[in-house]
């Protein structure tokens, strides 16, 4: 089993890289309060002032913010200032809107992070495992890795342990290796509070780079608990300096022609697996209905496919056998299916709705290129909530997501892919 840390640190390198010049992203068009201007009331007149009520507040969010992934740090002139800890999430350079979207591999960091200040000796007793020898990194029981994640962020089991970096015959997370370390920048914030919903405005100040920062979401629980809930991470100058759909020479016509048709096929499976784009849905009769494997199909009646063969044999004319087969699996069941001697071809019906914040534009750059690979970046940007409805708003936010073109005997396909919206 091999795995490594420095995929998850090399997270924070890129975001290091990526800060560069001319940067789009701005505030919001509503500028956060600063903590003091939340609870603080001008004194009564001709009494003793009152105490701030809102250090125990600010006490709360300083902790909030420490513990996704600062720390406290005294340079030579004895002032304190938060910084990024050696592993932080918030070196991430993308965005995310549910803690499902985190990897396992990011938990493993994170959970990382909050044992650097535990003693040496009792972390060699508590995070290590007998059946793993000397350099292969730390290891962590299930129990207590799982309980202090879930304490946070509202993450399955499953989900955890849906990764290489859980070990079932060991019942814990481990990853050998190591990485390096990049800049550690300072960390200010703001933060507002509305009920139990409280955001941080956070600004990542580089000594060598552009400022960075993102928004960070918390839905406050009783007896100063607390879950994170989101992450906008701001546009950087290398996201917005990457090229629009079609417009880079990385790609021949013909393979950014591919991309495009994986696009609109992927809006069949995760958005609508009623429609495939350019298909004739005249005289559509939703009662024709199959029952398999337990559970509903409708009868697809476009004028694309006869039935699931050439149906599948299109898919794999755009997908490879692989990425088919996890777009085609949904929780329950398959999205398409064959039936009957004829093979005629169902669909799960149903359809979900986009991301209301997404804004066209995606930005696109070269990341590797191999013998029989093409890995591309693409990069996804939103507005701020505040701004929705707006007449064209800026970018507020980004998320990243990686493109994976495969060379088969057949030619070019796609091995990965997602949706950002």
Not at 246 to 263: H, K, N
């Amino acid at each position: 089993m091999k795995k490594t840390l420095c995929l998850f640190l090399s997270t924070a390198l890129l975001l290091l890289t990526a800060c560069g010049e001319n940067s789009r992203a701005r505030p919001s068009s509503e500028a956060p309060k600063s903590p003091s201007s939340l609870s603080t009331q001008p004194p009564p007149q001709e009494q003793e002032p009152a105490p701030e009520p809102s250090q125990s507040e600010e006490a709360l969010v300083r902790e909030i913010v420490m513990t996704y992934g600062a720390e406290e740090s005294t340079p030579k002139d004895g002032s304190v200032r938060l910084v990024a800890k050696m592993v932080s999430l918030l070196n991430m350079g993308t965005s995310w809107s549910h803690p499902e979207e985190l990897s396992t591999a990011d938990y493993w960091g994170w959970f990382l992070s909050t044992t650097f200040d535990e003693d040496y000796e009792y972390k060699l007793e508590h995070y290590t495992h007998p059946e793993l020898g000397e350099g292969s990194g730390w290891f962590f029981p299930q129990e207590l890795f799982e309980e202090r994640v879930q304490r946070y962020f509202g993450v399955s089991t499953e989900r955890l342990r849906d990764s290489d970096y859980y070990d079932p015959a060991l019942s814990g997370y481990w990853a050998g290796g190591g990485g390096g370390v990049g800049e550690r920048p300072e960390i200010t914030y703001t933060y507002v509070r509305d009920g139990d919903a409280l955001t941080i405005d956070l600004e990542l100040h580089y000594e060598y780079s552009q400022p960075a920062g993102g928004r960070l979401y918390v839905t406050l629980g009783p007896e100063g608990s607390w879950k994170y809930t989101g992450w906008d991470c701001r546009p950087t100058a290398y996201a917005l300096a990457g090229c629009l759909f079609g417009e880079g020479d990385f790609l021949t016509p013909e393979q950014w022609a591919l991309l495009e048709r994986a696009e609109g096929l992927t809006q069949t499976f995760q958005v609508d697996a009623s429609h495939f784009p350019g298909d004739d849905l005249s005289g559509f009769d939703p009662t024709l209905t199959q029952e398999i494997g337990g559970y509903h199909y409708t009868l697809y009646q476009g004028k694309l496919y006869q039935g699931w063969e050439d149906f599948y044999q299109d898919m794999l004319s755009v997908f490879t056998a692989g990425l088919f087969d996890e777009l085609n699996r949904s929780a329950d069941g398959g999205t398409f299916a064959g039936w009957g001697n004829e093979r005629k071809l169902y669909f799960r019906d149903g359809a979900r709705g986009t991301n209301l914040y997404y804004l066209p534009g995606d930005r696109y750059a070269l990341s590797a290129q191999y013998d029989h690979f093409i890995h591309l970046s693409r990069y996804s940007f939103y507005c701020a909530p505040e701004e929705l409805g707006e007449e064209s708003p800026e970018p507020f936010s980004m998320r990243y997501s990686e493109i994976v073109l495969q060379e088969t005997p057949s030619g070019w396909r796609v091995e990965r892919y997602s949706l950002p919206y």
